[in-house]
């Protein structure tokens, strides 16, 4: 046991001096860059001292600087990120009843359709009216929401002649672990409301709708079920107050949805609860 301790120790002291002298390379060669380029004083310091607690900062190790990942199969890899990824998955509607219909398809999804996606401190996510093309779960770290409403357009109503601003901020908030961005994107063409920013470095997994309707197609039934389900969102979003919608908050309950799903939908999607009950 002593030897294996030894062993242990004596690999993690080599790691962190080799850790070591790579950022101080690092900083090095940016001094160098500086001097080189005739930076000021003043400027290069304040850069200096910026990438030194940048550097300071322990970060979460990304999958793509883990060489050993690239050697696993595709089942394993699956199987590493469903564990990884599965529960904050199974957080969200229609993630728990595709995998309550079908459990490989959590297991499908992780493997095709989800990503992770890294922002280091300050970093803009989106910004309004820009297109959503996937959507994106906080699994660490946190930031900052901004939400806008189109004044124009509200004030306009009941008021024709309003020439005002076209965007007015209504609100910000903090968000964290496991918040949802920009979920309508799953089921429609869905264009950012707000602006978020990450207040820490933040990590996040981005999710494919296409890959989504990919992987789907391959389970018949819960193709369905999830087009009604996506006919259901839809009816509700067309009425729904502009100022309930943003993008963290669909304004609408996944219970509320599948109530106003077909008969055949809804008696699928309640099977697996039914089965439990015997």
């Known amino acids: 046991v002593s030897s294996v301790m030894v062993s242990s120790l004596s ?8 850790l070591k002298q790579g950022k101080n390379v690092m900083l090095s060669t940016l001094r160098r860059y500086l001097r080189e380029n005739g930076v000021s004083i003043p400027l290069a310091n304040r850069i200096d001292n910026h990438i030194k607690y940048q550097i300071r900062i322990d970060r979460r190790l990304r999958e793509d600087q883990v060489q050993g990942l690239d050697l696993l199969s595709q089942t394993l890899r699956a199987e590493l990120r469903q564990d990884m990824w599965g529960k904050t998955l199974l957080l969200n509607g229609p993630f728990r009843m595709w995998s309550s219909l079908e459990e490989k398809v959590t297991f499908d999804l992780c493997l095709s359709a989800v990503t992770p ?17 996937s959507v994106l779960v906080v ?18 109503r009941f008021d024709p002649s309003f020439d005002g601003p076209v965007q007015e901020n209504v609100g910000s ?72 919608i943003s993008d963290i908050n669909m304004g609408i309950e996944h219970v509320t949805l599948i109530m106003s799903m077909n008969q055949e939908s809804r008696f699928y999607v309640s099977l697996p609860a039914l089965r439990a009950l015997k």
């Not at 690999?11 to 080799?18: A, G, I, Y």
């Not at 996606?117 to 093309?133: H, Q």
Request: aromatic letters at 10%; zero cysteines; a neutral charge.
């Open 139 to 156: 699994i660490e770290g946190t930031m900052d929401y901004r939400r806008t409403i189109d004044s124009k357009f509200m004030k306009k």
């Open 173 to 244: 908030q903090t968000i964290s672990k496991d918040t949802w961005l920009g979920e309508y994107a799953m089921w429609v063409p869905w264009i950012y409301k707000g602006t978020a920013n990450a207040s820490t470095s933040v990590e996040l997994l981005e999710i494919s709708p296409t890959d989504i309707e990919s992987i789907l197609s391959k389970y018949p039934k819960i193709a369905r079920i999830s087009k009604n389900y996506r006919q259901a969102v839809q009816e509700h979003l067309s009425i729904l107050d502009v100022r309930e």
């Open 117 to 133: 996606k890294y922002l280091d401190v300050g970093a803009e996510l989106f910004t309004p009216g820009t297109k959503a093309v």
């Open 11 to 18: 690999s993690w002291l080599v790691e962190r001096q080799m």
